[in-house]
């Protein structure tokens, strides 16, 4: 597949359990943080997003949280099935301007999903 | 299948050469993005035009252009190609400038230079 980055970080699960993927991310004045997956081959999918004045937002077997105090970001996974696999990316937007599609990405996390 | 289609999925060319590369975005996004992705810079932004006008600049190098057409698809052109210019860009479209992290990536084009 797509390798994204020689040294990335890596979360391995057997398949039904729960995931937590972690960032860091730099910038407190960003609107919004988002995570992304990428598989093999393909271009990053959206998968949630938070805006700054959140702290959690779910989605279908996803939740985010964002945790101002220490900048730092997570995704949880429910039930991870080896569909899941992928490198995921943090990813924040610029604080207001004209252009909240120009995202600041993470380095990345390998999620290996074992049947 | 994001909606978005990138143009050549592989490219090979030579250094000093010049490349041009394609993208449609979603029908009725007036967004548009490009992103380089390396193994050692990651997802970089490059660049972003809106209905045609240049919005947003990252680090994109002067030998780097990039231009949206009134039909609104975008070309990516890369001159003067060097051995680092290799990595896949990517083409992202989205309806508005914001207030959203969601972007809509195509599948990339794969630029390697020898």
């Known amino acids: 597949g797509e390798s994204v980055g020689l040294h990335l970080p890596t979360l391995s699960v057997q398949e039904g359990d729960n995931s937590i993927i972690n960032c860091a991310y730099s910038n407190s004045a960003s609107d919004y943080f988002i995570w992304y997956k990428q598989e093999s081959g393909k271009g990053p999918q959206f998968i949630i997003d938070i805006r700054s004045n959140m702290d959690k937002r779910q989605g279908q077997r996803v939740t985010v949280l964002l945790n101002k105090t220490v900048k730092h970001l997570s995704l949880q996974i429910a039930a991870t099935q080896p569909g899941d696999s992928a490198v995921y990316f943090c990813a924040e937007t610029p604080a207001g301007g004209t252009s909240y599609g120009k995202l600041t990405f993470g380095q990345g996390t390998i999620l290996t999903v074992h049947p | 299948d994001s909606g978005v289609t990138q143009t050549p999925k592989h490219l090979i060319t030579a250094t000093g050469q010049r490349v041009t590369l394609r993208c449609s975005p979603r029908?009725?996004?007036?967004?548009v993005y490009w992103y380089q992705q390396s193994l050692d810079q990651g997802l970089q932004f490059l660049i972003h035009?809106?209905?045609?006008?240049?919005?947003a600049k990252g680090n994109i190098l002067e030998r780097f252009s990039a231009q949206q057409f009134p039909d609104l698809h975008s070309e990516l052109n890369l001159s003067s190609l060097e051995l680092g210019d290799s990595a896949l860009y990517f083409c992202?479209?989205?309806?508005?400038?914001?207030?959203?992290?969601?972007?809509?990536f195509g599948e990339g084009s794969r630029l390697t230079v020898l």
């Open positions: 035009y809106y209905n045609g006008e240049e919005r």
């Open positions: 029908s009725g996004d007036l967004s």
């Open positions: 992202a479209s989205s309806v508005t400038t914001g207030p959203t992290g969601e972007l809509f």
